[in-house]
């Protein structure tokens, strides 16, 4: 294998996978982030590989569990990794623990010699009853942090992007970024990285505000399409990711005209949406 490989593989759950960018024509019907930034490496650099095993719904277990391994036998010459926010969410996580595991998953994907990026967690404010877990996501970014100050990780601070305030970079779930929410972190992350881009956030105008009527439909719509199905699906312990698998588990050499998309068109791939 050529000592001037260039290889990019990105782990994660949903927030890695793509999910809020909808794309038919990419597998699982998503794009996201991680592929914007794999074709902007592409670009400026041909001869990327690119893989990503990121899988919505997975736990920091998980990931442990089904990437890590795999990730390391790639030898990668970069890693993102974001992890720890579905568990984050669940009732009684010990914060404590979870920062033990998540230690334990960056420091085999350090030893790799490939430069890593970390991501704090976002205080998605999505309904008041979560503004209880504010505590749990700030102890959580600070052993982030942490960690990636001691294995000199890249730290993407995905907590202090003041541009998610904004409602419109969350998808209709109000969990996972937009389209547009995807295209700024994959900004962010080229900037890290050093690499030339043209990604800009959008320039909308003043959100125009609701009345109540509004507000309300727009509540009862959100209960009905997101709240209550993920409630049924906790109940009978089953997540959208079981069975999924990731969108590019072989790295794939990126075409620097045309991107994934072309790859996915030239050699036939799957694009299949998964159901709801």
Same mark, same amino acid.
């Given at each position: 294998m050529s000592e001037h490989r260039l290889r990019y593989v990105a782990l994660g759950d949903s927030?890695?996978?793509g999910v809020g960018d909808p794309?038919?024509?990419?597998?699982? =019907?998503?794009r996201g982030w991680a592929d914007r930034v794999a074709e902007k490496l592409a670009k400026d650099q041909p001869g990327w590989e690119y893989a990503n095993l990121a899988v919505r719904s997975k736990r920091l277990r998980h990931i442990a569990a089904e990437q890590l391994e795999r990730a390391v036998d790639l030898r990668p010459t970069l890693i993102t990794l974001y992890a720890g926010g579905n568990d984050i969410l669940d009732a009684g996580t010990s914060v404590p623990q979870l920062l033990a595991d998540y230690e334990e998953l960056v420091a085999?994907?350090?030893?790799? =010699?490939?430069?890593?990026?970390?991501f704090t967690g976002y205080d998605v404010n999505v309904t008041p009853a979560l503004r209880l877990l504010r505590k749990r996501h700030q102890l959580y970014n600070d052993g982030v942090r942490r960690i990636a100050d001691a294995y000199g990780a890249v730290l993407v601070d995905y907590w202090a992007f003041s541009a998610y305030q904004d409602r419109r970079m969350w998808g209709p779930d109000r969990l996972h970024m937009s389209k547009a929410g995807h295209k700024y972190m994959a900004s962010q992350v080229l900037d890290l990285l050093g690499v030339p881009h043209s990604v800009k956030l959008k320039d909308w105008d003043p959100p125009v505000p609701k009345t109540f009527r509004e507000w309300e439909r727009e509540q009862r719509r959100w209960i009905h399409d997101w709240v209550l199905p993920l409630a049924g699906r906790k109940i009978r312990r089953v997540t959208l990711g079981d069975n999924l698998p990731p969108r590019w588990p072989i790295p794939v050499v990126v075409p620097p005209k045309g991107g994934l998309r072309r790859l996915v068109r030239d050699e036939g791939l799957p694009t299949a949406t998964p159901g709801p």
């Open positions: 927030f890695t996978e794309n038919k024509h990419l597998p699982n =019907g998503v085999p994907l350090a030893a790799t =010699g490939a430069r890593v990026l970390l």
